[in-house]
């Protein structure tokens, strides 16, 4: 990727695609909750509405061969990362034509064709291996860099620290980039951790760290833009604190116990999508009319998805023993 | 699907070499190791100590003066990001063989070979390979106590995904853990400590033993002997000591637990209609409790003259005492006894 030296909202292209990206994922977030409440969708889901500007941004950091490891709520970064949607919808709807062929669900997406390791049920599981997909592009010479995706919550996991601590001693190609929704599950990260930004932790590893308003494609985009070259160049790891907001609850028990109405509202008036749309009319980067075209054409894209993932056969049970090992 | 398998799961080996030489267990690990990584730029070793150092039993020995910091890779002492590190670089083109120090300490890292090494494969439909080894010593008799002395096998068996071997002799040693970094699956490589410095002829050269195949280093009419790792050379000991007494015993080393060469363990049974099940590790729900199921389940059990009988250690943390350690775990007179009550009791 080309270092991008315009504002993304003022670049015709860029924009376009920014807005596309942030859309698709909030569409299909949305589709998988109309089909789970309709009972047409089995097992459980992790929604990332609100936070669609932390993997847009990102993502937008990144070659195609670059490395991601994702979260129990990934299916933004694996959107952004330039996955199928097609392919997500039939994993979640249990087909055969799924990512994992039915046998991961929502949390075990994966697309290697587009560097992503995989989302992860546990949490920080993906921590260190991405470390070590680090490890191997720095071993095996190539110039590709690994980015972790990780909520908050992950930042309590001896995982964390210990992913933390290795690519920091080998000064590995990653960026640790914490998606701070504010709680982990129901433990709010202000109470959880004692300290006024998670990224001033990352001077007790000998890294880099910044905060950025995770609502803000932009932001999000410079600070992996700059972590991502200091990488590529050698520069070993950094950690990016994006601050965003999860809307819907932890999953689908979550009854918002543990916040007020106030505060998701609060936030539901920083959606990073109308933000980003009123930069790129400011800036020039997108006319009402191209918004609009955005929003038909992933409506339409979404809609064929569903479809085309519905029609799709179901996963099978015939070959369970012998897909366990590889051959 | 209790029975598995007995085919070789590994690769076509390179024509095998007669040659042999005589080498340490840990010699022997370690020559695989260097012709592993003289073969393939993919492989290289990490873990807590293994370079300068040599590795907390010297099985890396000075193989960083031969082959450099970068594929002898020392790390901090943090298992779980070391065996995270493994699973990342698997996935994307190494073949890296982690170095646990004690496989007690595989307890530490559990995260990464339980959920993450071991499912991956599977999880993401195919899509991936975790092609990594997992080389940590298991067993007592060193006085280090319950917290490295366990004998731990029987928890990876248990998480479909690994495979599982625990190498008794010097050769087995080399050639499995060879065939384990051909893999294209996550391998735990269970050594044994006490092993580590016995010696025996090592095939010299690039060779394999394949995995899922059972050996049998004493073939006997009267009883089957099923031992696995130091109780392997425990139980031919105790084979001489019966044979003098008018006992022959057949021993049967599985080598591989997952997948399991039950086809060689179901021969030799019905060959002699008398089994005896050693293991290191705890007696409930170990190996030979699987082994045992086995071989009741199948049409081995009509050929069975006296019910199977298992020898485990008991059910305990493994102390420090010395004389306490040694109670804890068959030792050569238990396997002499409980093989000399089969035969002259049924």
């Known amino acids: 990727m080309t270092i991008i030296n315009t504002p993304i909202a003022a670049n015709p292209e860029l924009a376009a695609s920014s807005l596309e990206t942030m859309w698709k994922i909030r569409r299909f977030e949305e589709a998988v909750e109309d089909l789970y409440g309709r009972g047409l969708m089995h097992g459980t889901m992790h929604l990332s509405i609100g936070q669609e500007a932390v993997p847009t941004g990102a993502c937008l950091a990144l070659n195609r061969d670059d490395y991601i490891t994702s979260t129990h709520r990934g299916h933004g970064h694996c959107i952004a990362k330039g996955a199928d949607m097609e392919r997500m919808m039939a994993e979640l709807l249990a087909k055969e034509t799924g990512y994992c ?169 920083k959606d990073p999508i109308p933000l980003f749309e009123a930069q790129a009319l400011a800036a020039g980067g997108l006319t009402q009319a191209d918004i609009d075209a955005v929003r038909d054409k992933v409506r339409t894209e979404l809609r064929s998805a569903v479809q085309r993932a519905n029609a799709a056969p179901d996963a099978t049970a015939d070959d369970l023993l012998s897909a366990v090992y590889a051959r | 699907m209790t029975i598995e398998t007995t085919a070789a799961q590994s690769a076509a080996a390179p024509a095998a070499s007669a040659e042999t030489a005589v080498m340490t267990y840990s010699e022997a690990i370690r020559d695989a190791m260097r012709i592993a990584m003289a073969k393939d730029p993919a492989v290289f070793i990490m873990g807590e100590d293994v370079g300068t150092y040599g590795g907390a039993f010297g099985v890396t020995g000075e193989l960083i003066n031969e082959i450099g910091p970068e594929r002898i890779r020392d790390t901090t002492i943090s298992e779980l990001g070391i065996m995270g590190a493994g699973v990342g670089a698997a996935m994307t083109g190494m073949r890296p063989i982690v170095e646990i ?127 696995t790792g130091i109780e392997v050379s425990r139980a031919l000991e105790a084979a001489e000591i019966l044979a003098a007494d008018g006992i022959e015993a057949t021993v049967v080393d599985p080598r591989t637990l997952k997948p399991l060469d039950s086809g060689t363990i ?38 069975l003259r006296a019910p199977i009988k298992r020898l485990a250690g008991l059910d305990i943390p493994i102390p420090y005492a010395p004389k306490l350690e040694r109670a804890s775990v068959p030792q050569v007179e238990d396997i002499v006894k409980a093989a000399t009550d089969l035969v002259r009791e049924w």
């Not at chain 1, 980015?147 to 190609?173: I, K, N, R, T």
């Not at chain 1, 701070?180 to 990352?202: H, P, Q, T, V």
Request: proline fraction near 4%; aromatic fraction near 6%.
């Open chain 1, 101 to 269: 062929r039915g046998r991961g669900g929502s949390m075990h997406i994966a697309d290697t064709e587009t560097g992503n390791l995989g989302a992860n049920g546990i949490v920080a599981g993906g921590v260190p291996i991405a470390t070590g997909a680090a490890l191997s592009a720095k071993m095996r010479g190539t110039k590709q860099v690994a980015v972790s995706f990780h909520g908050d919550g992950a930042m309590g996991e001896g995982a964390w620290h210990e992913g933390v601590v290795l690519a920091a001693m080998w000064q590995l190609p990653v960026v640790f980039l914490c998606e701070n929704n504010l709680y982990g599950m129901s433990m709010s990260s202000e109470k959880a951790f004692n300290l006024e930004k998670l990224s001033d932790r990352a001077r007790g590893y000998g890294i880099p760290g910044v905060t950025v308003d995770g609502n803000d494609v932009q932001a999000v985009y410079d600070a992996t833009q700059e972590a991502v070259d200091r990488a590529r160049n050698g520069g070993g790891p950094t950690f990016i604190e994006a601050k965003t907001y999860r809307w819907r609850g932890h999953s689908k028990s979550d009854k918002n116990l543990y916040r007020t109405r106030d505060e998701i509202d609060e936030w539901r008036g």
């Open chain 2, 101 to 227: 120090q004690f496989s007690d300490f595989t307890a530490q890292a559990m995260d990464q070979i339980a959920n993450q090494a071991a499912k991956i494969h599977f999880m993401l439909g195919g899509a991936v390979n975790v092609p990594m080894v997992i080389r940590a010593p298991g067993g007592s008799g060193t006085g280090a106590a319950a917290q490295h002395s366990q004998s731990l096998e029987a928890w990876f068996v248990h998480i479909p995904g690994l495979k599982v071997v625990m190498p008794a002799t010097a050769d087995d040693a080399k050639g499995l853990l060879l065939s384990a970094i051909d893999d294209p699956n996550p391998v735990m490589v269970i050594e044994h400590k006490l092993l580590y410095k016995t010696s025996g002829d090592v095939r010299v050269g690039d060779i394999r033993t394949p995995l899922g195949v059972a050996a049998v280093p004493r073939e006997g009419k009267d009883l089957t002997i099923i031992a």
């Open chain 2, 266 to 303: 179901l021969r030799t049974v019905k060959e002699t209609g008398r089994v005896l099940l050693v293991q290191e590790a705890v007696r409930t729900l170990g190996f030979m409790s699987e082994v045992s199921a086995i071989i009741a389940e199948s049409d081995a059990f009509g050929y």
